[in-house]
């Protein structure tokens, strides 16, 4: 079973008191029941009705009272386990251990491949062969513990644009972990019916629903998408579909909250506990909950700004997992405090070797955050040598989040013994050794992207990193097997497709 990349507790850091915490849950919960979540939908509406909330029905207005929010975030499970396709890939959630989730906020349309020649990137439309290429790769590389839709095909166009389900239906074939169904609610039913297909049936898909779906608001006012998209996942387990109430709640301070950090988080923690309230009650102890919750100025949208903009989101994100960890005296596993890679395939190919977030990621992780989302920027096209690159930064994430040997043996004391202070260990066979190890070879669960790079370079033609990443990402495309169910299974499969593309007109 999969758990992520767990942070030992004596790296971890809260980044607020006690106190502080108790201030932003109270002011969170006085939003939630004197100012309330505007422009409800009023489906949606007459289920905090029935809840027991305070609602104009007319205006669109929920007011929740704290009793009721408490009551919400406690019957989110502590712990849960997210079943994979392979149940070897079945993810347990618990708290202070880093999953890491690949994928892309919205569907991207356009595609940078790399080009060797030339070294820089060629931009083209994504396809829906293009949708098998990036499961393949997220199935090939362990780092990655869950995938999500990414791919828009621009050569698939329709009527409702049900590009979801060809996404669907290739990930589902072509990639054995569990599936986060990011913001696409239109086709649960279709979800529903191939999850049960490639698992054996209905009764299989309920003991293990390998699929979670996506919810966000923009703030406290949802609007009609935003209802439906609640409503569709309180829907949902009538299909079989487990609930992923992912709270991607945009706080721009000075616009959408207040110009302070405090009370712009208090204004995403209200809304993120807003959709508990609906989902959680529901389905109580069934639901993980995970929270992703972002502070940013007006200017910075596209997480590209630097200084002290960029430390405004940063410091959102620790926020985060303090609140989650310690708002109800006792650590929720499921309330991710979630932290975006971001950046890390954003199409500029060699112009750059971003790679992975790594900074963000490390800050986050030793405050205890229990996810990371591997995405794109928006602003961006997808790399896909990028998950390459990303996938070793992992693996070399995981060795330096690890337990380490504080040991008195671990500082080698007797070899300071007759030393002068200006060192002299080069020449010791373990430290010869340990370089040769980290230094000048892959790791064994390694890609050699990161290590080596300055050697490599100089015996290949000063190959660079990102020459390497796309030589392996295009080995794996070619010669890497897809895990695809058996054929009489894949066959039923892609003739449900086709009957709805025939239903939804898709060309």
Request: hydrophobic fraction near 35%; aromatic fraction near 10%.
């Amino acid at each position: 079973m999969r758990r992520g990349i767990t942070v030992a507790p004596r790296f971890r850091k809260d980044y607020a008191t006690k106190e502080e915490v108790l201030n932003i849950h109270n002011a969170a919960n006085f939003i939630l029941e004197h100012v309330g979540v505007g422009d409800v939908a009023p489906r949606l509406c007459k289920t905090y009705k029935d809840l027991g909330c305070d609602v104009d029905e007319e205006k669109g207005v929920v007011k929740i009272p704290q009793a009721l929010a408490d009551e919400a975030a406690n019957k989110i499970p502590g712990s849960m386990v997210l079943p994979a396709r392979d149940p070897k890939n079945d993810i347990l959630l618990e708290a202070g251990a880093g999953r890491c989730i690949v994928g892309g906020f919205g569907l991207m349309s356009t595609l940078a491949e790399f080009d060797p020649k030339s070294r820089t990137s060629i931009y083209r439309d994504c396809t829906r062969d293009d949708m098998w290429k990036y499961q393949k790769l997220v199935e090939y590389f362990p780092e990655y513990d869950e995938t999500c839709m990414l791919f828009m095909p621009m050569d698939l166009t329709a009527e409702g644009l049900p590009a979801d389900i060809h996404e669907t239906n290739s990930t589902l074939q072509c990639n054995t972990k569990h599936m986060w169904h990011i913001d696409a609610l239109d086709h649960v039913e279709e979800y529903a019916q191939l999850a049960a297909e490639i698992l054996g049936g209905k009764e299989e898909l309920q003991k293990r629903p390998i699929i979670t779906l996506h919810t966000d608001t923009p703030g406290m006012t949802y609007g009609k998408k935003t209802s439906d998209r609640i409503q569709g996942c309180l829907d949902s387990w009538a299909h079989g579909i487990p609930t992923l109430t992912d709270f991607t709640d945009v706080c721009f301070s000075g616009f959408m909250g207040p110009a302070t950090i405090a009370g712009s988080y208090a204004v995403t923690v209200a809304a993120s506990v807003a959709q508990a309230v609906a989902l959680a009650i529901h389905h109580p102890g069934r639901i993980p909950t995970m929270t992703y919750e972002l502070i940013m100025p007006v200017d910075n949208y596209t997480q590209e700004s630097t200084g002290v903009l960029n430390q405004t989101f940063d410091f959102g994100e620790m926020l985060n997992v303090t609140y989650w960890h310690n708002a109800y005296n006792s650590p929720k596993a499921s309330m991710y405090p979630a932290c975006s890679g971001g950046g890390f395939d954003n199409g500029y190919g060699a112009d750059t070797q971003s790679g992975y977030g790594l900074p963000n990621m490390l800050r986050a992780l030793f405050a205890g955050s229990d996810q990371q989302g591997i995405f794109p920027v928006l602003a961006f096209s997808v790399r896909l040598e990028g998950y390459a690159i990303t996938a070793e930064c992992v693996r070399a994430l995981k060795r330096l989040v690890e337990e380490k040997d504080l040991t008195p043996e671990a500082f080698q004391s007797p070899k300071w013994i007759g030393r002068e202070p200006r060192g002299g260990f080069e020449d010791d066979e373990e430290t010869l050794e340990l370089l040769k190890h980290f230094a000048w070879s892959p790791m064994d669960d390694g890609y050699g992207l990161l290590e080596r790079r300055q050697y490599l370079q100089w015996i290949t033609d000063h190959k660079t990193m990102d020459d390497r990443a796309w030589e392996l990402t295009m080995k794996i495309v070619k010669e890497f097997p897809n895990p695809l169910p058996p054929k009489d299974v894949k066959e039923r499969m892609d003739g449900m497709v086709a009957k709805w593309d025939e239903k939804y007109k898709v060309r």
